[in-house]
Structures are given as structure tokens and as C-alpha cells.
């Protein structure tokens, strides 16, 4: 956390404006690992190599590695697997391994570093010795708008066999730097590099801030003796054993919350005690097990007016323990139908007031609602929704369902917006293990249903994920809709 205080002190002390690039390396510096590896495993899994073609391009990975063959023999090889191949399929791999692979691997550090370039108004981009297939979708996801890549040819949109030069290595990253600094009028003297490794010295020494992030032991020595700032993170890769248990223990212990609130059923034969019991302590104990803070704001909406239908932005399996913890009592949920088939935890979910839909059958789900509305009007319970309708794999929104707008109309409740900002820094889709993390939380103020109708539906949905997106910065807060409150 000290090392990552520093680079945004760093950042903040410098001039703002396009002048100034901050560029990224991509392997090891914007995810943890070698995207190569995912490329490779996408490659084999839809049939684009062949025994032979895998054999040489694994045997030419291991040669690279042990420094007896060159980066330019490496891409010769992987090219020559790839030829008479349409470039369409590797965009199609590309778009594929993001959302599987690559997306849960972003150091949420870094998404930080790029934030603050952002908000200096800097050139921000990307210079990688991959290809464009491995960084492209990361990069928008990012919100990096230049991409400089080692690239393959390609003519009649198939691959030849060939790789385009000067590759994306080496002295050829200076070029493709001063080929972005000779496109945007960024001054390289006042700019930013940063690298996870040695390989990346010569672009290093050409900017006027190189800055080492978890770099090999070879950049870390040359960092030492030059007097650069380095810094390291763990919130990605490979977890301690520690972190394995206790994210582990995390999921037992939701196991071990409604166990012990059965004696407060028992003992009071008030199923609705024993459940509120039973939240609130899986939500404590949770985030003590996973080291995760709340940093909230708008609190008070969260008790101003209830019952109603809490929806929330879902990007994480933390969001559960997230939104258990803010809302504590008297809640209810809608989850996925196959939420049924987890051992165990598909019972307790369901002890533990989660209403099962298909998402399929609108039909069915609709059907699914009506003991939620009747569960609002006659119990006084409230109803919490992801309007998603399943895990994003970033923190961007995804299309909004219209069934929790259905639900608060039938019920005639208020809308009350979660606003989750980082949760995907906890545990990313795709990730078994939770990190300690703080997660910040706008709770957006209850939203008057009463005037709405099914006909405009539609422009509820709307109104309501455009301030979701202006509260998570994805939109200007100009462009947010005034709604009755």
C-alpha cells in the first residue's frame, strides 16, 4: 500500500495534459503472468494447432525462457503455426480469453495507476511485446486508448506466416514509443514507463519516469543501483497459503452462521429472527476472515425507507458477503435457478430467503416474483437484486433486466441503487480466492416508484443504470437523469 501511496504521489506531482504519456507494459505490469500461456491453451482447446505446430511453438517458449532463442524466433515460430488462418478467429480467441482468463488477472494497482493518468489528462497506452489479440480487449476495458503490439502479416485478412518489423522488443518498444509520441505530441522526456521487466531497459532509460512494477530480479537490481522507485504487488497470482485457508473459510462460515442461528428458531419460532441472526453474522465474520472494508457513503438510504428493492451493480462472489453486511435484517434475494444445484450452499441460500428464477423463461420468472411482492407488502422484507442479472468481469455496467423495476412497481416500494466501485479488486469472476481489499459504496437515495407504469418501463431502466454510471464515473454526472426521490 506505501509503494502504491508513492506512484500515485509520483503521478499527482506531475504536469497535466496529453504531453505527458504514462505507458504500460502488459505481461507481469497490467496482470499478473504471461498472457502467452492463455493464447497457447485458447489455440489448442479450438483445434488451431497442430501436434506438430504446438510441439515446435511449447519447445520455442522454453528456448525463449532459457535465453537461447531470440523474441524474433519465438513470434517466426508461433507465426508460421497460424498461417492461412483467418485473422477474424484470433480476434474471436482474443475477445474469448479476456472474459476467461485474462480479465481476473488485472492488478487492481495498476487499474488505480491508470485512473490517476486518467485524471491528469495523460496519453495513456499500452507498448507490449504481445499481440494485439492478447491486449486489445484488457486495454479497452481500461480505457487505454493506444495499443502498440508485436503484430503478425496479414494479407486478405489471413495470416502469412510472416510477423511484421521492427517487433514490439527491445529497441523496437523506443520506436513504437516515439511513434506515439510523433501521433498524440507526448514528450517522452516527461513520461511514464512502466515494466515488470529487464527485457524493457532500453525504453526505461529513454522516458523521463521509469518506473519498475513488480519487476524480475534483474530489472530490481538495475532499479536498486539506479535509485528508481520499484514497487510489488501480491493481489494477483499466485495466493499464500494463508489467503488459500482463508477464503476457504469463508465459505464455511456461511455454513456455520445459519447453523447457529437454528437454536434462535427454535427457541423462538420466528424463522425471520433466526435468518436476520444468521445474516448478520455471516457478514462480520466474512469480511474479518476476507480483510475487507467498507467505505461507504450515503448510508442513511439504506434505512430511510424500507422495505424495498435494493439493486445492485455485480461484479464479484464478494458482492454477497458485501451487500449481507450493509443490509443485515429483513432481506430478501433473487438468484440464478442454478444457484440450486451448489452443494450445501444452494439450501442454505434458499433457508436464507433467496428466491430462484431462469433467466431463460421470462415467463417462469415472473411467475418466480409474486411471492417477493406479496413477501414486501404483508412482511414489511426488503428485496435485493443484481438488474445485471450475473457477474460482470469488470466494472463497467452491463444491460439491465427489467424484472426488479416489475417487482418495485408491483410491490409499490422505492428503488434503492447499490453502487459497488471495486469489489472485482476482492474477488474477480473466475477467482476461487477473496483478497483483502477496501470497497467503496455509494448507497444512492430511494427512488419514488409510485408514478411508474409498464409502458415506460424502459426509460425507468434507463434512468436508473445511468446514475449508477455516473456514480461509478463511467458517465459524466451532467448526463445522470433526475428522478423523484
Known amino acids: 500500500m506505501a509503494a502504491l501511496k508513492q506512484l500515485l504521489k509520483n503521478i499527482d506531482q506531475t504536469e497535466c495534459g496529453p504531453q505527458v504519456a504514462a505507458i504500460f507494459d502488459f505481461d507481469g505490469t497490467i496482470i499478473a503472468g504471461w498472457s502467452a500461456t492463455a493464447f497457447v491453451r485458447e489455440q489448442v482447446k479450438r483445434g488451431q494447432l497442430s501436434p506438430q505446430g504446438l510441439k515446435d511453438l511449447l519447445a520455442a517458449m522454453v528456448s525463449f525462457s532459457r535465453g537461447s532463442l531470440g523474441f524474433s524466433g ?10 492461412g488462418v483467418s485473422e477474424q478467429t484470433y480476434i474471436d480467441i482474443g475477445e474469448h480469453m479476456y472474459h476467461h482468463h485474462i480479465a481476473r488477472l488485472i492488478y487492481p494497482e495498476a487499474r488505480t495507476l491508470i485512473d490517476a493518468h ?52 527491445g529497441e523496437g518498444k523506443v520506436v513504437a514509443a516515439q511513434n506515439l509520441a510523433s501521433a498524440t505530441g507526448a514528450k517522452l522526456d516527461q513520461s511514464f514507463f512502466y515494466s515488470d521487466s529487464h527485457d524493457d531497459l532500453q525504453l526505461l532509460d529513454h522516458v523521463g519516469h521509469p518506473q519498475p512494477l ?6 530490481s537490481a538495475i532499479a536498486n543501483s539506479r535509485g528508481w522507485d520499484c514497487a510489488s ?96 435484517r429483513d432481506i430478501s434475494a433473487i438468484g440464478k435457478q442454478e444457484i440450486r444445484k451448489l452443494p450445501v450452499i444452494g439450501k442454505i441460500l434458499e ?4 428466491v430462484t428464477i431462469d433467466r431463460a423463461n421470462s ?22 437484486v443484481a438488474p445485471e442479472g450475473t457477474r460482470t468481469v469488470s466494472t463497467a ?40 481489499a477496501t470497497v467503496r459504496v455509494d448507497i444512492l437515495p430511494p427512488i419514488d416508484t409510485s408514478s411508474w407504469r409498464a409502458a415506460t418501463v424502459n426509460k425507468h431502466v434507463a434512468d436508473v443504470r445511468r446514475m449508477m454510471q455516473a456514480a461509478l464515473g463511467q458517465v459524466s454526472p451532467s448526463e445522470a437523469p433526475e428522478v423523484n426521490q
Not at 519465438?74 to 498461417?83: D, E, I, P, Y
Not at 415467463?363 to 435485493?384: F, H, N, R
Open 74 to 83: 519465438l513470434m517466426l515460430v508461433s507465426a508460421r503455426s497460424m498461417k
Open 351 to 354: 433457508m436464507g430467503g433467496v
Open 233 to 328: 504487488f501480491d493481489s494477483r497470482g499466485r495466493p499464500s497459503l494463508n489467503r488459500l485457508v482463508r477464503s476457504m473459510a469463508v465459505t464455511g462460515s456461511m455454513v456455520s452462521s445459519f447453523a447457529a442461528g437454528m437454536p434462535v428458531w427454535a427457541l423462538t419460532g420466528s424463522r425471520t429472527k433466526a435468518q436476520n441472526f444468521s445474516l448478520s453474522l455471516f457478514g462480520d465474520t466474512a469480511s474479518a476472515l476476507i480483510g475487507m472494508d467498507l467505505e461507504v457513503t450515503g448510508e442513511q438510504h439504506l434505512w430511510s425507507q424500507r422495505p424495498a428493492v435494493f439493486v445492485f451493480n455485480h461484479q464479484s462472489k464478494a458482492d454477497l458477503v458485501i451487500i449481507t453486511k450493509l443490509l443485515r
Open 214 to 219: 513488480n519487476p524480475n530480479k534483474k530489472l
Open 397 to 436: 455496467l452491463a444491460p439491465f433486466k427489467k424484472g426488479p423495476f416489475h417487482l418495485a412497481m408491483q410491490a409499490g416500494v422505492p428503488m434503492v441503487p447499490i453502487v459497488i466501485h471495486n469489489a472485482i479488486d476482492v474477488a474477480p469472476k473466475g477467482d476461487f480466492i477473496y483478497r483483502a
Open 363 to 384: 415467463a417462469s420468472a415472473i411467475e418466480a416474483m409474486q411471492p417477493l411482492v406479496d413477501m414486501m407488502k404483508k412482511g414489511g422484507k426488503s428485496v435485493v
Open 118 to 169: 486518467r485524471a491528469k489528462g495523460h496519453t495513456l497506452a499500452v507498448i507490449s511485446s504481445a499481440t494485439r489479440y492478447q491486449v486489445t480487449q484488457a486495454a479497452e476495458e481500461l480505457g487505454i486508448e493506444h495499443v502498440l503490439c508485436s503484430r503478425f502479416e496479414i494479407e486478405n485478412g489471413q495470416f502469412t506466416g510472416g510477423v511484421e518489423r521492427p517487433l514490439c522488443f
